[in-house]
């Protein structure tokens, strides 16, 4: 699903260089990155996802050569391949439940909001455990209701892969296994690849593979 | 696109510092234009009444207080001719004079004294009751009417000159016979009653008990062949009344009762200009003034003044403008999170920059559209608003 090679990036300044020559995911597989911070897991995700452009080497993610898109090209590809789930959740606080879920819809040209979404997105939410919340505001919700409000976002256009950042680090440990079971059950559901960025050690015996990101070898879980 | 649907969510969600926003700039967009729309409407209202009335008689001195009290019955009282001002004027056979006395005030609203002419000359018809007739009698502009609830058959006292003058003049309780059709101009505003009756009020004339038949002896002082000489004792009427009016007299010679002005209306424009003429004589001691003349100038004033407003509003608008981009460019700052948030979700920097927009759009619109109300109700109530802050 993911294929990158020789892969350099330098951000402006120099204060933080990036060189992969091999990382491979496999489809449906779910992959979780650990490092120290500054050791480019983000940055990995970010070039994956096109959000930042390599300077050299190759990223290939569901047969599509990332570096060779355009910009409006890439961010297509983003939004149709890839649901992402962030550390902070990422919501927007002036949009309740609902819309927050049904926000990429509103964003972008190539998702169209249909009254068949909308059915979908309430479906997911009640699978999710948060139906009953549609109509609440980000601030009036717990931090686990926070991260499922951010998940569902993430699942509803059905995307190839699911990049998590972080996604259970501001959780307390009772919703960082429900959190994940949710992110599991939804991705194993529809053979979703997921890439997911962590620093719990905890929780790597759940994953397919983990990879170490400061020495980048491969590990395979315990 | 749903650009619009979440910048207004957005805005509710902020709602108060949106309604800040748009409370900016409608105070900016609304001050000067409902100043332009005020002071459009004061040049009509000054401009029209003006240019109704041909000429003006009054003692020399301010012509624009000749004019704004005569027109518009300010407070400020000109310098007062007499009567004989009309006699010269009707013995030139060249203009009709109205005489108007606008010395007195009536719970707050101006007494004119004058003749019928008057109201043919300004084509004021009645709404209820009837013209004034006698002594005593009193017909009220509109809004006076409407101001003080009254009508045909109630009564309206004139206010005393001042509340310390023991000795000067008396409130006078005037009957009211009529009240005015609306005019949407100063007269009604006004309180009309007969020249003569404003002398009663001045004390000029008056009505008391018939002194020769009085029994008190304390009311009498002197007693002799030609006349009675009585007591300040003496009851004097502070109403006139049918059964009293006979004993309402006047002393002094006639035409040395005062006025304030006279609205000359020539026969034509020859008699017009052969007056004026005569009145640019130095040794008179009255002038003769065009109306629309003083207004224009007062204008001319007014709207230098405006220019100078403009200026000050043109500041403190870019003013706010500008602390309303600094509070848009550090809100943006605020929302930095947000913004990058929909941009990994897929959204493109222009269409961040459509949403953005959209907010400024729907701030605009808002403001613009509680702008237009605002102008609307200032523009529906500008004749009374003009009347009420400019003209009196």
Known sequence: ?222 | MHALFLAWQYLVFNRFRSLTMVACITVIAVLPLSLEVLLDESERQLLARAQSTPLLLGAKGSALDLVMNTLYFDDEVPELISMLAVDELLATDLAEPVPLYTRFNARGFPIVGTTLDYFEFRALGMAQGRQMALLGEAVLGASVAESLGLKPGDTLLSSPETVFDLAGIYPLNMKIVGVLERSHTPDDLAVFTDVRTTWVIEGMGHGHQDVSQVTDETLIMQRTESGVVASPKLFQYNEITPDNIDSFHFHGDAREYPLTAVIVIPDDTKSSTILRGRYLEEAKLNQIVLPEKVIDGLLQNIFRIKNVLDAVIVLVGSATLLALVLVFALSLRLRQRELQTIFKLGCSRATIAYLLAAEIFIIGLVAGALCASLLYVVDGYSSDLVRTLFIN
């Open chain 1, 1 to 222: 699903m993911i294929n990158i090679q020789s892969l350099e990036f330098n951000y402006p300044g120099g204060g933080f260089s990036l060189a992969i020559n091999q990382f491979d995911v496999a489809q449906g597989e779910k992959l979780a990155v650990i490092g120290p911070s500054g050791s480019g897991k983000t940055t990995l995700l970010n070039l994956a996802a096109g959000i930042i452009k390599s300077e050299r080497g190759s990223i290939a993610v569901a047969d599509t050569q990332i570096e060779q898109l355009s910009d409006a090209q890439r961010r297509d590809f983003r939004i149709n391949n890839i649901g992402f789930v962030f550390q902070d959740f990422e919501l927007i606080e002036y949009l309740n439940v609902m819309d927050n879920i049904i926000h990429p819809y509103r964003i972008t040209r190539s998702l169209q909001l249909t009254p068949s979404i909308r059915r979908q997105a309430i479906q997911l939410a009640e699978k999710i455990g948060i139906g009953d919340k549609l109509h609440r505001y980000a601030n009036d919700l717990s931090q686990g209701e926070k991260q499922r409000v951010a998940i569902c976002r993430a699942l509803l256009p059905g995307p190839k892969l699911v990049f998590a950042d972080e996604a259970t680090g501001n959780l307390d440990p009772r919703n960082k296994g429900r959190i994940l079971d949710l992110l599991f059950d939804n991705v194993a559901e529809h053979g979703t690849t997921l890439l997911a960025v962590t620093h719990d050690h905890e929780l790597l015996p759940r994953f397919d593979r983990v990879v170490d990101f400061l020495q980048f070898r491969a590990q395979e879980p315990d």
